[in-house]
């Protein structure tokens, strides 16, 4: 189990992390989701003994590891580009962990080989086993990466966007086949990334990091539906924000028609509302300050822009079946399917919206 507390680090001036707390469970795959420059190689980081933080406490099993140095805390490692030694073969990188122990704790040569052909089965690549690094594709390469950081049976595995470099439908692949090796091997591992897709199909449990803070922790559908900050609804892609008027329990807008929406505990007052674009039904209606700016056509979606009398603009994205005639220059109103609200009341304007009510996906 692992254990961060209050955990800081600053670079110079700048502050990374802003007080980390996280529990991971023996045996749990949590992804770490968040854009770039969020922290979380340096949290990684931390974990691995690569860095040290400025204050807080970091605890595995029980066992304080800001005490313990990088190479005592049994950590796998995988990067994005994790350099294997090109003049070894797949099976020597497997071992490497192994053969550089301490005589007195190092396993003998048969019991290295037998755990090295356990890998190379578990992680389906026994035909690669006598090739070098060279002859192998990038997904390969990963797959080797994580049976070199497996082989030492680690306290904590630490995955840092291993699939980042490979394209999409391998890092699929490779997807499915971390999960079923995690199911097997049971290792306690975090994973980074910034591919919503990739965190919400791997981990259970997601925790989204913005700006050195943790913004939420939650399940794929939690965090989808009821983003608890603003940032997450942002980075959830709900980049749609209406200023609304929150009125017993409802939301409230000229040209919105709010009633698709879950009602639920909610202070009176100005309000902020999130949509994503594929979440938002169009309806005529000659009275909304809305009109069809624009539209394109991918084939499946119709892409609409739609401008306010004021000339703001927001896209909508439309099934084009459930769409066939949107009239350009036509005014329409907007009927969210799902979206996140969060109150502006008592806030001063650079603060962030305090959340209020998160409303639940609800299509009608
Ligand atoms: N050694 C360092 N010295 C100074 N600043 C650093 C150092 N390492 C990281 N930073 C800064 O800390 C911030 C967080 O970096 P970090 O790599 O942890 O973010 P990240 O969420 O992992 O981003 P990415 O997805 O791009 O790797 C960034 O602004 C980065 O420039």
Do not use: C
Not at 79 to 85: M, N, S, T
Not at 109 to 137: C, E
Not at 149 to 155: Q, R, S, W
Not at 292 to 300: D, E, Q
Request: cysteine-free; glycine content about 8%.
């Amino acid at each position: 189990m692992i254990s961060i507390s209050s955990l800081t680090k600053n670079f110079g001036q700048t502050a990374v992390l802003r007080g980390i707390d996280l529990r991971i469970d023996a045996g749990e795959l949590v992804a770490l989701l968040g854009p770039s420059g969020s922290g979380k190689t340096t949290l990684l980081k931390i974990i691995a003994g690569l860095e040290w933080p400025d204050a807080g406490a970091l605890k595995v099993n029980g066992q304080d590891w800001l005490t313990l140095p990088a190479q005592k805390r049994r950590i796998g490692f995988v990067f994005q580009h994790y350099a294997l030694f090109p003049h070894m073969t797949v099976r020597d990188n497997i071992a490497f962990g192994l053969t550089v122990r301490p005589r007195a704790e190092r396993p003998g040569k048969s019991v290295i080989a037998a755990k090295v052909d356990d890998l190379l089965g578990l992680l389906q690549i026994p035909h690669l086993a006598d090739r070098f690094p060279a002859q192998l594709s990038g997904g390969q390469r990963q797959r080797v990466a994580l049976g070199r950081a497996l082989a030492i049976e680690p306290a904590v595995l630490l995955l840092d966007e291993p699939f980042g470099a490979l394209d999409a439908a391998i890092r699929r692949d490779l997807r499915r086949w971390l999960r079923e090796v995690h199911q097997k091997t049971g290792s306690t591992t975090l994973f980074v990334t910034h591919d919503q897709e990739e965190a919400f199909e791997l981990a259970d449990r997601v925790v989204v990091m913005g700006e050195g803070r943790i913004e939420q922790i939650g399940s794929a559908d939690q965090i989808h539906d009821r983003p608890s900050t603003p940032f997450v609804a942002r980075f959830m892609g709900a980049v749609v924000e209406l200023p609304v008027t929150l009125r017993a329990g409802r939301v409230e807008a000229p040209g919105l028609d709010a009633r698709g929406l879950e009602r639920r505990a909610m202070a009176d007052g100005p309000a902020q509302l999130f949509l994503r674009p594929d979440a938002i039904a169009l309806e005529p209606d000659a009275a909304s300050p809305w009109t069809l700016a624009h539209k394109t056509s991918t084939g499946a979606m119709i892409r609409a822009t739609l401008r306010h009398e004021t000339s703001r603009e927001i896209p909508v994205d439309l099934p084009r079946h459930s769409a066939p005639d949107l009239a350009i220059g036509s005014a329409y109103r907007l009927r969210p399917l799902s979206g996140a609200v969060f109150s502006l009341e008592g806030t001063a304007p650079t603060e962030a919206p305090r959340p209020v009510v998160s409303l639940k996906e609800k299509r009608t």
